[in-house]
């Protein structure tokens, strides 16, 4: 795809993320809050999907992972010793000209010189620390005594509650301590849609271990995470591994691996992988004095365990499921004519909705009982959505559009009118063929239930 192809592709997906309520700009009726959105509806189904997939398969499913919902609020000497106070910066320039505050290490060089991307202007300050957590005030009073931060990241509740966990869940290592949750960054520059957001939710785990295990737990995370994202439904030809040099890791790593994904706006980081060795949580004994280490029963050791880290952010993932379902094909009108049809193709596991039901005609008192009734038996399984309104043909556009993955039409056949055998059948229509069947009603749960789960 060009440039330009790419640049229209993102724009007719922002546009569809408001008109179907994927996403809105937050505060959008008093001017837009920038970097921060609304989730709609649909979005928000989507966001839970794949929260409750993420927490399925890394703690559900798994004996060495137990989960933790940490505070956002933050005490100040958590984030000094995990160096977010002192270091936690991106360089940041102002243009002289539009007075635009820019981050130093996007800007683009025209003629050897940086550039404004606002104005065009070369006047630029040079760079300095910004810091990007965002400070608030605890209580009534106003002194620097009653600082606190927002979380720049869920990960610093996960190591300043390590023995907590460790006491309460008895885990031996290596074992993790999961959590999705809220984390805030200032961002100088909020881009790309929800790429880049001041506010943002991140999925993260905390999986300690003995020292000569780290470097084999990262392989072991990294092709874990890339099952994840195949599992979601992205296309793996457009997930990529950057094998982080030495000179662009933090210098406690001893290796880091981003997972990227093909953005229409480019290639960019989904998820960190890293082995942050001991790290964190010698900084945190330093600073609080506290024994953060580990005994281990059989060999008669005390040592402080080392960790390995995917952490993954949530608003990323549905915007890289979003711009990866999102198609264009063609389909028949009512009057047989080819339309362009716009499909979003999502996993059914990740699909906000997972089926529609549709009563052939609204006037007819008897399809629409039974389609009720459908809707009813569906629904403790699935999110299932009811519609009587309009063409069929219609119906299942508006369906595509949002990507529900299976359309059940109950019709004459389905009230016996057509033939006995037919009685208590319904049409199931497969969202990507557009191929129709005919299904037992007592039959329907257990086949949409088995792709969706
Ligand atoms: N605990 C490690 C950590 O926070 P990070 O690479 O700074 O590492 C992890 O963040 C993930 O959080 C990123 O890969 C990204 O998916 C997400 N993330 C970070 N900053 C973000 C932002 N401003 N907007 C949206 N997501 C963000």
Not at 149 to 170: C, G, H, M, W
Not at 220 to 231: A, D, Q
Request: charged share 30%; proline share 5%; hydrophobic share 35%.
């Amino acid at each position: 795809m060009t440039a330009r192809e790419n640049t229209q592709r993102m724009e007719k997906i922002v546009s569809l993320c408001k008109r179907r309520g994927f996403i809105f700009q937050s505060s959008e009726i008093y001017g837009g809050l920038n970097g921060v959105w609304d989730y709609g509806p649909l979005g928000t189904e989507l966001k839970n999907n794949l929260k409750q997939y993420w927490w399925k398969v890394t703690v559900r499913n798994r004996d060495d992972v137990v989960g933790l919902d940490g505070s956002i609020l933050t005490h100040p000497a958590v984030l000094k010793a995990s160096g977010h106070v002192d270091t936690f910066t991106d360089p940041m320039v102002d243009c002289r000209t539009c007075k635009a505050r820019l981050r130093a290490d996007q800007l683009a060089e025209k003629n050897g010189a940086k550039q404004c991307p606002n104005c065009g202007g070369k006047d630029l300050t040079e760079a300095r620390p910004f810091n990007l957590m965002f400070q608030t005030q605890m209580g009534a009073s106003a002194d620097p005594a009653s600082i606190a931060y927002l979380r720049p990241e869920t990960a610093q509740s996960i190591f300043v509650q390590f023995k907590n966990v460790l006491d309460v869940s008895r885990k031996k290592l290596p074992f993790g301590i999961a959590q999705i949750g809220k984390a805030f960054r200032n961002e100088i520059n909020p881009r790309n849609f929800t790429f880049r957001s001041r506010e943002f939710e991140q999925m993260e785990l905390e999986y300690f271990c003995r020292p000569e295990q780290g470097m084999d737990l990262l392989a072991y995370w990294l092709k874990e995470r890339i099952k994840f994202y195949e599992e979601i439904g992205i296309n793996r030809k457009r997930l990529h591994i950057l094998d982080v040099p030495d000179k662009d890791r933090a210098f406690y790593s001893k290796g880091t691996f981003d997972i990227e994904y093909e953005f229409p706006f480019g290639r960019q980081e989904l998820e960190g992988v890293a082995y942050r060795t001991d790290y964190d949580l010698q900084q945190h004994i330093k600073a609080s004095g506290k024994p953060l280490d580990y005994f281990d029963e059989e060999t008669k050791e005390r040592f402080v365990p080392h960790v390995v880290e995917p952490s993954a952010g949530v608003d990323r993932t549905v915007l890289a499921l979003i711009c990866d379902a999102y198609d264009e094909d063609s389909a028949p009108d009512e009057k047989g004519k080819m339309e362009t049809r716009i499909v979003m193709r999502f996993h059914p596991r990740m699909a906000p909705i997972k089926c529609a039901v549709f009563p052939l005609l609204k006037n007819k008192e008897a399809l629409v009982a039974k389609a009720r009734e459908v809707q009813a038996l569906l629904r403790p399984h699935m999110n299932v959505f009811y519609d009587e309104g309009g063409a069929i043909g219609r119906r299942y556009r508006r369906q595509d559009e949002i990507g529900t993955p299976f359309g059940l039409t109950i019709d004459f056949e389905t009230l016996g009118e057509k033939g006995e055998e037919l009685r208590d059948t319904v049409t199931l229509r497969d969202r990507d063929s557009m191929k129709q069947a005919r299904i037992a009603i007592k039959d329907l749960v257990e086949t949409i239930s088995s792709k969706i789960c």
